[in-house]
């Protein structure tokens, strides 16, 4: 009996398979049956059955005429029969869809005018949509191209709950500890850091960034290079052999992709580093830059590992199954108490733990403005869908005589609605196919200069970018197509007997939209408008920002002022005084160059960034404990940097030549430093207690400077100078400041060519001025300004667009009521008064509701703006003075047309 039931359900499965064969042949054959035309086959079979049934009822004593018409009754009549075997071998409703965007295309082909404006106004709207979405898919949505991403999380160490992950580096000693856990998987710790890499063949050297990870890396991201290996556990300890790993962009553009290079050696910081192995090319994390990684241990001081204050490196996990991130949250919590207990009252330790999805703390950075801008292009599709269906209505009034004559003939109002949504969704189509060529450039554009932007290498067109494209093609179509169709057969899927009989009563010249039509043009331009109106002022503030960051005073100079950084690594630079002797070299052959005011050395220029702090304790206060008082940026200089970087001297002097090495228990102070830690004394020749190195020294204050920002638009924060020349643990990181009376990027060659003199392996990377350094700290908000801009001019166009559009409908509609008022004695100016007003009056509407929306929607730009609050009065007023000026302007064509009719000519018109 199993047998019988196995062959019976054998058999239903054979027979579900086989139906489904069969139906979807035929559907493949229906539908092959759409362009096959060929109907001589039918004629010839229905007259050869004709005639059949015609002499048998002939034999039956019928005469022919009646045998005729008894066999016509019963098979339907030819057009009958024809159309019912038309229906059985094709697809009816695809034939008349087909049918129906042929016909449009054929329309719009007799409007080229119209077409082309419509196309150009859904390419825009579309191109920069699908863009938008390319970039959020590949950074925000799609999973990160690692095994099981769901499970990862980066790890930080807290001070208090929810703080900002930017900064909150984890010290090595904490990670080792954490290791304990039972809650992950596994864990690994990294850091970002850089290597001279010695130039081979007749190269020259170069600076590249690289990555020191953990043997444990790639296991936790569940990565394998594409060709050798990963470190291994014994090369990843102090003192292990010297291994690297090569990102693929290196290995093709530096060994030509040759696999060979494996087990060979290359240079860096003047140590031998055997390639072990190649990292698959989609790898960039944590983003395209490293070209390269050690091991953890090589990059990084054995004095550290143990290190529970030093605060350098990043840590990620990959969560036990089941793990929640709460509950590793508590363990590691639990872990970090432990440490507070034994180590806190000494240093900067943190005092809890909390993890981030690892895919949200990559797009950290980028995730609001990546949204914002997602909004204001789909506020600028909207516009655009607004404006084409503003068009459409006015199109639609030309044509109103001939739906109504349809209509007479018998089309539903379904039949005649779908055919003008098949017009739009012509129009979007075509515009759709230009705004996805449109989209690949500006997605090209946004990948090459959108610094920071993480996993760019998986930002391209897909098809789920596709099926988006063809959503917003469809949705852009119906929206844009529905409402007009509706109004122009009436407003409804129900005949409407009596607008379409006054519709047959009107002639050519005095068709009329109506007081509905006209309200329906005035509502969708208010909405146009008002969506206009978030666009400006949302803009206008990221603007302002923008122009204020930009003009922030930084307290040193700018113009001619060249920065060159070099990083002095290797054996030869292992001793304070083998950095002081190239230090003091180059600065006297550079200083010597033509056309040199001044030049002088530092470790980062105001604006380049954060680098590191201090703790600092006052005479009296116990270095044991932590510093009551903020830490302060560490900075390096040498006697000549302030002057060079016009930094104005405020308090005693700066360093003396003589303070280099073991001579150099002094510091430099900004202003802030001074009032934050010694209120209204005298900080001159206060004395300070920090640590440089790994020893709690005492120094003299002997100069207070002015302030200078560490990050253009960041809070400022106390600074504190060392001598260069001291052997600083930042002596060997050094910038070239250098200050000329003329064009300052001709001395990048000379200076180039006097470093490599001193040292053939040294290269200098990140040659930049002064200007070009600001400039670089403001590229992020001015990119999102300009975007946005961009995004609100063309919003702005749009509505300018659709209300002169509006107002053309309205004079047109009008021109036999304007002749008439002229008739009876109205002025021009009266006539030019109330069509202004006519087409004014929705965009006050629009311009009041985009104010009360734009109240709202600015507070999502809170994070973004620079010395610009949401609210900003001359924001809102600039974007009221702009919309009503390009309304005016907009309105006035048309009201000037109108006020000069010609009274007669319009009354002989009606």
Same mark, same amino acid.
């Not at 350098?312 to 949250?329: E, S």
């Not at 005095?510 to 109106?533: H, I, K, N, P």
């Not at 116990?622 to 900075?635: G, I, W």
């Given at each position: ?105 054929? /329309? ?87 290597? %001279? ?230 129009? @979007? ?77 009107? %002639? ?47 307290? @040193? ?105 073991? %001579? ?106 002064? %200007? ?5 700290? /403001? ?99 600039? /974007? ?10 907009? @309105? ?19």
């Amino acid at each position: 009996m199993a047998g019988d039931a196995g062959r019976s359900n054998g058999g239903i499965a054979d027979g579900v398979e086989g139906g489904a064969m069969r139906k979807l042949r035929a559907f493949l054959l229906r539908l092959a049956g759409v362009w096959r035309k060929d109907e001589g086959d039918f004629a010839a079979e229905f007259e050869s059955h004709l005639t059949m049934e015609i002499e048998d009822g002939v034999r039956g004593g019928l005469s022919e005429q009646e045998a005729r018409r008894q066999a016509l009754i019963r098979h339907g009549g030819y057009a009958q029969t024809q159309q019912a075997w038309r229906e059985q071998r094709g697809l009816p409703w695809l034939e008349i869809l087909l049918r129906d965007l042929s016909r449009g295309a054929r /329309t719009l082909w007799r409007a080229p005018g119209f077409a082309l404006a419509a196309v150009a106004i859904v390419a825009l709207g579309i191109g920069a949509n699908v863009a938008l979405f390319t970039l959020v898919r590949a950074v925000l949505l799609r999973p990160l191209p690692f095994a099981q991403p769901s499970r990862l999380v980066a790890v930080y160490g807290m001070d208090a709950p929810g703080e900002e992950a930017s900064g909150n580096l984890v010290a090595p000693g904490d990670y080792y500890d954490w290791r304990k856990t039972a809650a992950f998987e596994g864990m690994a710790i990294w850091r970002v850091s850089g290597f %001279n890499m010695a130039g081979a063949a007749g190269e020259l050297p170069e600076f590249v960034e690289a990555g020191s990870g953990s043997a444990e890396l790639l296991p936790v991201l569940g990565v394998r290079p594409v060709l050798g290996r990963w470190f291994s556990t014994q090369e990843d300890t102090s003192g292990g052999p010297l291994v690297t790993v090569l990102s693929w962009n290196l290995f093709e553009r530096r060994f030509h992709g040759n696999p060979a290079v494996l087990g060979t050696t290359m240079r860096l910081n003047m140590q031998a580093y055997t390639i072990v192995g190649v990292l698959p090319r989609e790898f960039a994390y944590p983003d395209g830059e490293i070209a390269l990684w050690v091991p953890f241990h090589a990059d990084t001081a054995a004095k550290l590992i143990d290190n529970h204050y030093a605060h350098l490196a990043h840590v990620i996990g990959r969560l036990m199954p089941g793990v929640t991130a709460q509950a590793a949250d508590a363990e590691l919590t639990a872990i970090q108490r432990q440490i507070v207990a034994q180590f806190g009252a000494a240093g900067s330790v943190r005092k809890l733990v909390e993890t981030r999805p690892m895919q949200s703390d990559m797009a950290r950075d980028v995730r609001q403005p990546l949204l914002v801008l997602q909004a204001a292009v789909g506020c600028l599709l909207l516009i655009g869908c607004l404006n084409l269906a503003n068009l459409m209505v006015a199109r639609g009034a030309g044509r109103r005589r001939e739906i109504a004559v349809r209509t007479a003939l018998g089309s539903s109002r379904l039949r005649l609605c779908i055919e003008q949504v098949a017009e739009s969704l012509v129009l @979007c189509a075509t515009g759709g196919a230009a705004g996805m060529a449109l989209a690949m450039l500006a997605v090209r554009w946004l990948v090459r200069h959108w610094n920071g932007l993480p996993q760019t290498e998986s930002v391209h067109v897909d098809g789920v970018v596709l099926l988006f494209a063809m959503g917003l093609v469809m949705l852009t179509g119906v929206l844009s197509g529905l409402v007009p169709a509706l109004a122009a057969t009436g407003g409804g899927l129900r005949s409407s007997s009596r607008g379409m009989t006054e519709a047959l009563k009107d %002639n050519a010249r005095t068709m009329s939209a109506g007081a509905g039509r006209t309200r329906l043009l005035r509502s969708l331009l208010a909405a146009e408008v008002g969506l206009t109106v978030v666009l400006l002022v949302c803009a206008g503030l990221l603007f302002t920002s923008f122009l204020r960051l930009k003009g922030e005073e930084i307290g @040193c100079a700018t113009d001619n002022v060249l920065t060159m950084r070099f990083f002095l690594r290797g054996h030869a630079y292992r001793q304070p005084a083998q950095i002081a002797a190239l230090d003091t070299a180059l600065l006297e052959k550079v200083r010597a160059l033509r056309g040199v005011e001044a030049a002088g050395l530092t470790n980062v220029v105001p604006g380049d960034g954060y680098y590191s702090d201090r703790s600092v304790w006052l005479r009296g206060e116990d270095e044991n404990r932590a510093s009551p008082h903020d830490q302060p940026l560490f900075r390096t200089a040498d006697p000549g940097y302030f002057a060079a970087m016009g930094i104005p001297l405020l308090r005693g002097r700066t360093f003396a030549e003589n303070e280099r090495l073991d %001579n150099h228990h002094v510091v430099v102070v900004s202003r802030l430093f001074a009032r934050e830690f010694f209120g209204a004394k005298d900080a001159v020749g206060q004395v300070i207690r920090t640590q440089l190195g790994w020893d709690v020294e005492t120094f003299e204050v002997v100069g207070v400077v002015g302030d200078t920002p560490w990050e253009l638009g960041a809070q400022e924060r106390p600074m504190i100078w060392f001598p260069i020349f001291s052997g600083a643990p930042a002596s060997s990181d050094a910038v070239l400041v250098i200050r000329s009376s003329g064009d300052v990027e001709q001395l990048a060659l000379p200076v180039q060519k006097i470093v490599a003199s001193l040292d053939a392996d040294l290269p200098v990377t990140r040659i930049l001025t002064m %200007n070009q350094v600001l400039g670089l700290a /403001t590229a992020d908000s001015q990119r999102n300004a300009t975007l946005l801009g961009a995004f609100a001019g063309l919003s702005l166009l749009l509505a300018a667009v659709g209300l002169y559009g509006v107002l053309s409908y309205v004079v047109a509609q009008r021109r036999g009521e304007i002749g008439i008022r002229m008739a009876l004695g109205a002025r021009r100016e009266e006539v030019l008064r109330l069509m202004l007003g006519s087409g004014l009056r929705p965009a006050l509407w629009g311009l009041g509701c985009g104010i009360v929306v734009s109240l709202g929607a600015t507070q999502a730009l809170r994070a973004t703006l620079y010395a610009t609050k949401p609210l900003d009065a001359g924001v809102y007023a600039g /974007t009221v003075a702009v919309l009503l000026a390009a309304a005016i302007a907009a @309105c006035l064509v048309p009201a000037w047309r109108a006020a000069k009719t010609d009274p007669m000519a319009a009354l002989r018109a009606e």
